[in-house]
């Protein structure tokens, strides 16, 4: 921490591989839950704030003060490509943490997505970006910029514990966070769950078939 800022940030965690993301980003967020216990969602209180959003990323957590996104900008120099941003606002509805310009910022840094325990804005031009954000709601209330907060230490989202190089997987049904250590028998077990279902599926056509005779 410099004598210029008042957050706090680590580095040199281990993030996992981007073959170990293109994995997760094949699957369900049910169905990775499936193969974790059903354990590790965070409340559905956090949601996509635009419809078809969907992200998969190594967690890069933050925390802020409720209403203050100064944590949230510092972060843009620790940003690296397959990151997705997990901010700890603590679900504040009265001042939105994002918004567009963060957002671009993000997207052009290699970001894959944001998850906000809080409140965003600018929902029709981060929706027009295509940028993944999910959120508690909207707000068209800025943040203030005062600090203090942290970055790359360990925060609370939605009620799940999310460590620097977590894998966190988003989509319309959810999230869930997929401790890195975890991350290779869960892919096994998960690649198992969706060849399951899939056969099911495949059962359910043909009953279709059978009743349509």
Known sequence: MSESSN??????????TAAVLKAF????????????????????????????????GSALPVLTVAGDNRAVIEALDHIQPGDLLAINAFGFSGR??????LAQRFDV??????????????????ERLGFPV???????????KNGPGTIG??????GVVVNPGDIIAADEDGIIVVPLHRA???IVA??????????????????KVHIVR
């Open 96 to 101: 939105a943490i994002i918004g567009d310009n």
């Open 7 to 16: 957050v706090r940030v680590h580095t040199g965690w281990q993030r996992p």
């Open 25 to 56: 980003s094949g699957f369900q967020v049910a169905n990775i839950g499936d193969a974790m216990e059903r354990l590790g969602f965070t409340d559905g209180g956090i949601s996509g704030i635009w419809s078809g959003a969907r992200a998969v």
């Open 184 to 186: 290779d028998e869960v």
């Open 153 to 158: 230490e360990a925060v609370a989202i939605g």
């Open 109 to 126: 840094l290699g970001a894959t997505g944001a998850i906000v325990d809080g409140y965003v804005r600018d929902k029709v031009i981060i």
């Open 134 to 144: 999910f959120a508690r709601g909207l707000t068209p209330a800025g943040p203030f």
């Open 190 to 207: 998960v690649a198992e769950i969706e060849a399951l279902e899939a056969s099911k599926d495949a059962e359910v056509e043909q009953m």
